[in-house]
């Protein structure tokens, strides 16, 4: 029996879903609308209700863990509540609480869930930025309009000696500042922070979080996050699967994003489990700590951006024994802000068949930081790439006719209000009918079968025309691209708006030579042109000298290519790239 054989006879290991329901209405003028009827608790409406359950129920369990040398430094449930409650009452009797929020400046860590958590506690939102807003030779320019935005009232920061350009930005002085480490004259020590312990106070309509949209141009928006819909967004999640255990997860999305803070760390909290947090990045400089991590660590749910997953199958199938440790209880595996290619989750398989004998469900979900962030997400058993799933459980989706494609809405009580300060957008950002309009299109998988799910049919706001009027879906184009190209490459920005052709501007892996690295995308898009048609063709590459910049915003935190403010970036490699004639660097097609 042959590898692929094997692979597609092996039986799934899953975690126990609840059943699939939905609702479907067809509307006279194409519109499509996708409801989910399953319940879903309603127990916690805040989410430090979530905490104070935990605490009682189960308060050795560990919640949070974080690297301390070799080892760990763990959180419990109990001691959790305890710091939370105790926090909360020296914000309090230090004037720290009300309507404008803590900004943080810090990256994952116990001592930021402690703050975020006793902030909002007592209906004081928290602002946690990019740790690249403030570190070493950051743009300041982008704090100081993330703080225009924000209007914070005291900045929290992990470490102000690391924190040091962000602290000495003018946006923040006479700010108070709690430093967990390291502080300086005039700052707030975390430790003395601890008060007489304070009863929450926040309800659930509340502002519990702003978090600042990735946005292209670099200049996000501020998108208000509720008590009630952070808590009832994980409570959607939960009720996805008829699974009472607890996860057990490694994870590194930052928390300055939704996946991160909210469908990560607070959906951990709402069903008791422990979170591993990571410090780890989905790059080849910095993958090697999320390597360390799960070769000591067996999770039970495992989500990564897909340039995540394209680095941990090159580990998986060199190291028998991480293999062994990562799937040893794994149950569902996920991938987000972007498509991931098939050929790279048949290699994961390939491997959980060899080592454990079992297929793991391959999901996705889908949405935005305005949508909680879950409105879909696949609840089945699956390990076909492209889908975004179903709405989960009280949740609607609205697809609707748009320049010959279905632009996807969402209606739900995760769904954001709208945008801080921003009450003419906030009204624009909806429909007639109360659903926020995202920007992106879906497509049924089967058109006769709604139930069969959606898949990503690429951003609307996004793509582009080459001057004949082919449209180009970026999003599709850049992982077949990649798909083809392989792992000499971590990413690639799809050029050619109002030119004759297409090119690509490749992000090498600094790990191979760079004439290693050149002769696999020669070989790779000879192959991906040989069976592409028209408009699809890839006429020009060009391999970049390195890669994306972090600190500039061209990849987000979140591990995917702001593909408009990257063109505008590297403008000098995207003239090269189409100049006539061509440079000797740059690849010509035929």
């Not at 998988?445 to 069969?452: G, L, M, N, T």
Request: proline content about 7%.
């Amino acid at each position: 029996m042959d590898a692929e054989l094997r692979i597609e006879t092996a039986a799934f290991r899953n975690p126990r879903y609840s059943a699939k329901r939905l609702e479907v209405e067809r509307r006279a003028d194409g519109t499509l609308v996708l409801a989910n009827p399953t319940p879903f608790s309603q127990a916690f409406q805040t989410p430090h209700e979530a905490l104070a359950y935990w605490a009682e129920a189960a308060p050795d369990r560990v919640w949070l863990a974080e690297r301390a040398g070799e080892g760990w430094r763990t959180l419990t449930y109990g001691e959790a509540w305890h710091a939370v409650t105790h926090l909360a009452g020296g914000l309090v009797a230090r004037g720290l609480t009300g309507p404008r929020p803590i900004l943080i400046l810090a990256h994952n860590g116990v001592d930021h869930a402690l703050l975020m958590y006793a902030a909002m506690s007592q209906g004081t939102p928290v602002a946690p930025v990019s740790p690249q807003y403030g570190l070493a030779g950051a743009n300041l320019a982008r704090l100081t309009h993330a703080c225009g935005v924000l209007h914070p009232a005291a900045v929290f920061t992990e470490d102000a000696e690391r924190f040091a350009t962000g602290l000495s930005a003018d946006v923040l002085a006479g700010l108070p500042v709690i430093a967990a480490s390291h502080g300086r004259p005039g700052h707030m020590a975390l430790a003395e922070l601890y008060g007489q312990a304070a009863s929450p106070s926040a309800h659930p309509d509340d502002h519990a979080k702003y978090l600042l949209t990735s946005g292209s141009t670099g200049l996000p928006k501020a998108v208000i996050i509720t008590q009630q819909a952070l808590a009832l967004n994980s409570a959607q999640i939960a009720a996805c699967f008829d699974d009472d255990e607890p996860p057990v997860i490694v994870n590194s999305a930052p928390w300055s994003h939704s996946l991160g803070a909210n469908s990560i760390l607070h959906m951990c909290a709402t069903r008791g489990g422990t979170l591993h947090i990571d410090a780890g990045q989905p790059t080849a400089a910095r993958f090697a700590e999320t390597v360390r991590n799960l070769t000591e660590i067996s999770p039970t749910y495992h989500n990564m951006v897909p340039a995540g997953w394209m680095l941990l199958v090159d580990e998986l199938e060199k190291d028998e024994a991480l293999a062994r440790t990562f799937f040893a209880r794994l149950r569902l595996m996920q991938y987000g802000g972007a498509s991931l290619g098939q050929d790279i989750s048949d290699r994961i398989q390939a491997v959980a068949v060899r080592t454990v004998g079992e297929r793991i469900s391959f999901a996705s979900g889908y949405g935005a930081t305005e949508t909680g962030p879950t409105a879909c997400n696949v609840h089945w058993p699956n390990d076909r790439m492209g889908l975004i799933g179903l709405p989960v459980p009280g949740t609607a989706v609205k697809l609707v006719p748009v320049a010959g494609k279905l632009e996807f809405r969402v209606k739900g009580p995760q769904v954001a209000p709208g945008y801080l300060g921003r009450p003419e957008l906030s009204a624009q950002s909806f429909d007639e009918d109360g659903f926020y309009i995202l920007g992106d299109a879906a497509r049924l998988v089967d058109p006769e079968a709604p139930e069969a799910g959606l898949a990503f049919d690429g951003r609307i706001s996004e793509n582009f025309k080459l001057a004949s009027g082919t449209f180009v879906a970026v999003g599709e184009l850049r992982i077949a691209a990649l798909s083809a190209v392989g792992g000499a490459v971590t990413d690639a920005v799809v050029c050619g708006e109002g030119r004759a052709s297409l090119g690509l501007m490749f992000y090498p892996d600094p790990r191979r030579p760079r004439d290693e690295v050149e002769a696999a995308v020669e070989k790779g898009l000879a192959a991906y042109n040989a069976k592409a048609r028209g408009g699809g063709r890839i006429a020009r590459a060009l391999v970049l000298p390195d890669g994306p910049d972090a600190g500039a915003g061209e990849i987000t935190d979140k591990g995917y290519i702001a593909q408009t403010l990257a063109r505008t970036r590297r403008a000098e490699a995207l003239e090269r790239l189409f100049a006539d004639p061509p440079p000797p660097e740059v690849m010509v097609f035929d």
